[in-house]
């Protein structure tokens, strides 16, 4: 099976500008979450969406903000970008059915640098 | 809420040697899952080991251990016979399951080791 894909990899944006980023789940897999990984912080988790439903949500400002299509591929916008908001973004799929282990497997994820 | 938390922000090891990475949790909860993430420099996260709750006897994967502790806790993983690809950022999740509301995954700040030829 092919792995979890994120385009792009790499963006530079300009702070006020709006980003949306992409991600492609691994076959079968219905559950996709968002994280945003910077030095020190770990990973925040964002959201997370099933079978186009946001089923979870961290604790992000509205500029931050998701969804999911029907082939459970899902895309993230941050509008109003700041300088804060650079990171790397990963996106991570699971089968999310109960009695299986869930465990998540990460894209490689896009590096946003806002200047 | 969940926590989860990594006391060690950097290691390193001589190659060939073990180490051990702290990790703690808090919950409430007695269904969860435990996994350990690596994430070498510049490459994608993999699953390293994972641990149900309610098992006792403690994972190992090759040379990757760890040492579960429910009552206090605890979540440590061993690496024994160090090699230098081993070098990367681990991160410990805290995964609390749920059929309707979905899994929720809780990690730490990470631990940064690197091996040493």
């Known amino acids: 099976k092919a792995g979890v894909t994120q385009t792009p990899r790499y963006l530079i944006k300009t702070r006020g500008q709006q980003v949306t980023l992409s991600c492609s789940p691994i076959s079968g897999h219905r559950s996709v979450s968002w994280y945003q990984q910077t030095p020190g912080q770990g990973l925040q988790f964002l959201f997370e969406?099933?079978?186009?439903?946001?089923?979870n949500k961290g604790n992000f400002p509205g500029r931050f903000s998701g969804r999911q299509f029907s082939n459970s591929r899902s895309e993230m916008n941050v509008s109003t970008l700041e300088l804060g908001d650079s990171a790397l973004y990963l996106c991570?799929?699971?089968?999310?059915?109960?009695?299986?282990?869930?465990?998540?497997?990460f894209g490689p994820g896009t590096r946003l640098t806002v200047t | 809420a969940q926590t989860v938390t990594q006391s060690q922000p950097e290691m390193s090891v001589q190659e060939a040697e073990t180490v051990t990475l702290s990790c703690t949790y808090d919950?409430?909860?007695?269904?969860?899952?435990l996994f350990w993430y690596k994430q070498p420099p510049s490459r994608q996260m993999i699953l390293v080991i994972r641990?149900?709750?309610?098992?006792?006897q403690n994972a190992t994967e090759n040379r990757f251990s760890v040492n579960f502790q429910k009552a206090a806790k605890s979540f440590s993983l061993k690496i024994s016979d160090s090699q230098l690809g081993d070098t990367a950022m681990y991160f410990c999740a805290f995964m609390k399951p749920g059929a309707n509301t979905g899994n929720q995954f809780y990690f730490g700040t990470g631990t940064s080791l690197t091996v040493i030829p």
């Open positions: 969406y099933f079978s186009e439903t946001q089923r």
């Open positions: 919950t409430s909860e007695n269904n969860y899952y």
């Open positions: 641990q149900e709750a309610y098992k006792q």
């Open positions: 991570a799929s699971s089968s999310s059915i109960q009695g299986l282990f869930g465990e998540q497997y």
